[in-house]
């Protein structure tokens, strides 16, 4: 009896001296005890709404990828001029655990793949497929305005981020808002792409890739598209690449190659922010009853009559360029009542300066057409007070002399340092709607009290500026400028990573800050203020000033925070970097490893984790270490695929005990002691082999003694 007690006190006691995930079957690694921290988070806790862009998957799938695929194929139905199709196939990916899509009212659906539709009328994910499709049509046909927004965007849904715009009513548009602004005429087509609400749940976050294609002839840029035979043209500016696609029924009346340059010089001449990688239009054919000469829609979409002259001040190329670098303009963001006048006279103003600026009009046509602004009834409006415009075109007439008159004297009170450039770009980084006193503040910020004041007369009262002479205009626009040269000086760092990748790429885990190193060199021959600018995607998301002598350099940092996963296009002056944004599932821990695996309370561990990327993209994470009392260290990793990394940290106990560390889906025990250690793996015999080989000894003593 004594004798089988002892051989069960043995026993037990060479188990529990066992590494955690050591049993009776033999040896293997530590459980599963913690995931990546992102994974303890509740699915029905973790939301994203349809401005968020991102969706949703099942666990059961394999697919490491942290990024929703949203694919859009559109079609012309030939057969009918009154609707086309759009079919959206979403591949979710396998942190989203529910998602729910959300069409345009005048949407009709006619198949779905994976989507039942809910009784709110949105449609769900039912998860039998991880590519689930929705295929529907929409109307062709959209005409006339409302107020400064096309009549078609009231029913937009206001979530989604790639919606929206402005509709141009140029002085050239011909029907006072009657007439088409989209349409089908059966041969060809110019649309609309329908937006998409989304909302989904998830586990990790996940970013958004969006992508639009016509099935057919035609071209779209993602908010615009055209069905037909087109021939492209692309012009690169240092910023931007133009897309100009032209209608095969269109007769331009300039040719492709001059409207492409005059874009990409517009592009290289606005250094105001909201600059996309490509901007798309559209020359439509002129036999349309078209409500206007031009329609910017979207982010940097806009199609432009194909008769549209480069050599007038009201240009429409260039008006309708201007509007898509008006960031506070977008839906998302807008304007309020008192600076809504903003929008089209900034546009009106800009392309008669760049016309002028470029060479294809006189100073006398660009006199011409701002001095119309100074006469009733447009003069007699009070910009701010939209409702005392007794002509409709107050903004485009009074507004863009105003604008004018303030550009001058932000040039004359700065002696050339500042223009209305500055505040444009520093209204573009309006995360609201953009009000009068911002507007005001922005204004006297770049130019002072006096300008301010000149603002507000001209657009709280009736009082209207004069159009200046040419004299003037060579005074305060032709005067010698300080030039800069601004970029990344240094490597880009975030989570304890450092990169000089300029015109490469990087990639960083989700959620992380971002440091970026810049600097601003004034290369003419007087002094001045450099703005030096952070944009991520075309928006603004840092910035500082330096005032510079001639022949000055300046250095400071800029930071962002690196959000949902994906791809995002980070730029610093003429540098730009491509940033890779993984989540931290995008890494596998597939060893860990603690050095030494005993000690005492105090004493330093080292925690080394073995990563390597999830899948055929490079990944990165910030690694939490966990341990019976939380969080107690950080991994930053960047890891390429199939080049396994390590990332180490250190740890103390203050307490003796075992205790389990975890990193990733890997954990490992500790021993901490009070008294001497004995360093067990130091001595022969002892490893796991030899304690099993010993507790089967012991069994047969016992059974050799009953």
Not at 47 to 71: F, K, Q
């Amino acid at each position: 009896m004594n004798a089988r007690i002892g051989v069960v006190l043995v026993v037990c006691l060479f188990v529990a001296s066992l590494p955690a995930g050591i049993g009776a079957a033999g040896v293997g690694p530590g459980p599963e005890a913690t995931a990546d921290p992102a994974s303890e988070i509740p699915a029905e806790l973790t939301t994203a709404s349809a401005d968020r862009g991102a969706v949703p998957a099942t666990a059961s799938r394999s697919s490491a990828s942290d990024l929703l695929s949203r694919t859009t194929v559109l079609r012309h139905r030939s057969d009918r001029e009154d609707v086309f199709e759009a079919e959206t196939t979403i591949s979710v990916p396998d942190s989203v655990t529910s998602l729910e899509l959300t069409l345009q009212s005048e949407a009709t659906v006619t198949a779905t793949d994976g989507f039942e539709q809910t009784d709110d009328g949105s449609y769900r994910w039912t998860e039998t497929t991880d590519e689930p499709t929705i295929r529907f049509t929409m109307p062709t046909d959209r005409t006339g305005y409302d107020g400064h927004h096309e009549r078609v965007d009231a029913d937009r849904i206001a979530a989604h981020a790639h919606d929206g715009g402005n509709a141009d009513r140029s002085a050239a548009h011909a029907h006072d808002g009657d007439g088409y602004t989209f349409v089908d005429t059966g041969d060809w087509a110019v649309v609309q792409v329908p937006s998409v609400g989304l909302s989904y749940s998830y586990t990790d976050p996940v970013g958004v890739e969006e992508t639009v294609r016509v099935d057919g002839p035609g071209a779209t840029g993602g908010d615009i598209a055209y069905f037909g035979p087109v021939t492209e043209y692309e012009t690169a500016g240092e910023q931007e690449t133009v897309r100009l696609a032209v209608a095969d029924d269109a007769s331009l009346a300039e040719s492709p190659a001059a409207i492409g340059d005059a874009l990409a010089a517009a592009s290289d001449r606005l250094d105001v922010g909201a600059s996309r990688d490509e901007v798309f239009v559209v020359a439509v054919p002129t036999d349309v009853d078209w409500a206007a000469h031009g329609i910017q829609y979207g982010e940097s979409d806009a199609w432009v009559v194909a008769d549209a002259p480069l050599d007038v001040a009201s240009n429409v190329w260039l008006h309708e360029y201007v509007h898509t670098r008006q960031a506070f303009a977008n839906p998302d963001v807008d304007t309020t009542t008192e600076t809504e006048w903003l929008v089209e006279a900034q546009a009106e103003y800009y392309a008669a300066l760049l016309a002028l600026e470029q060479g294809h009009i006189e100073f006398t046509t660009f006199a011409d057409a701002l001095e119309a602004g100074a006469a009733s009834p447009a003069a007699d409006a009070r910009l701010a007070e939209p409702t005392t415009w007794t002509d409709d075109r107050a903004d485009y007439l009074k507004g863009a002399l105003v604008a004018g008159e303030l550009d001058r004297q932000l040039r004359l009170a700065t002696d050339g340092d500042r223009s209305l450039d500055d505040v444009f770009r520093t209204v573009n980084r309006a995360d609201g709607p953009l009000t009068e006193t911002e507007l005001l503040d922005a204004i006297e910020s770049e130019g002072g009290s006096d300008v301010r004041a000149a603002a507000e007369r001209y657009t709280r009262t009736e009082q209207t500026p004069e159009m200046w002479s040419r004299a003037a205009h060579e005074d305060a626009f032709e005067v010698a400028v300080a030039q800069f040269e601004s970029g990344l000086d240094g490597p880009i760092e975030s989570g304890g990573e450092s990169w000089d990748v300029v015109g490469d790429s990087l990639t960083i885990p989700a959620g992380d800050d971002v440091t970026i190193p810049v600097s601003a060199t004034n290369v003419g021959d007087r002094e001045g203020t450099a703005d030096v600018t952070l944009a991520v995607d075309g928006a603004d998301v840092d910035a500082r000033q330096f005032e510079l002598s001639a022949g000055d350099e300046a250095t400071d940092t800029l930071t962002w925070r690196a959000p949902e996963p994906g791809v995002y296009d980070v730029r610093v002056g003429s540098d730009r970097v491509t940033v890779s944004v993984r989540s931290p599932s995008s890494v596998t821990v597939t060893a860990l490893r603690i050095d030494p695996d005993d000690a005492g309370p105090g004493e330093e561990l080292t925690a080394t984790a073995t990563v390597e990327a999830a899948d055929d993209r490079p990944g990165a994470a910030v690694l939490t270490v966990r341990t019976p009392d939380g969080p107690a260290g950080e991994m930053p990793v960047v890891v390429s695929p199939g080049e396994p990394e390590t990332a180490g940290t250190t740890l103390t106990f203050d307490d003796a005990g075992s205790f389990e560390v975890v990193v990733g889906n890997q954990s490992r025990v500790v021993s901490i002691e009070t008294g001497p250690i004995e360093r067990v793996d130091s001595l022969p015999g002892f490893g796991p082999t030899a304690t099993l080989v010993a507790i089967v000894a012991a069994l047969l003593v016992a059974r050799g003694r009953r």
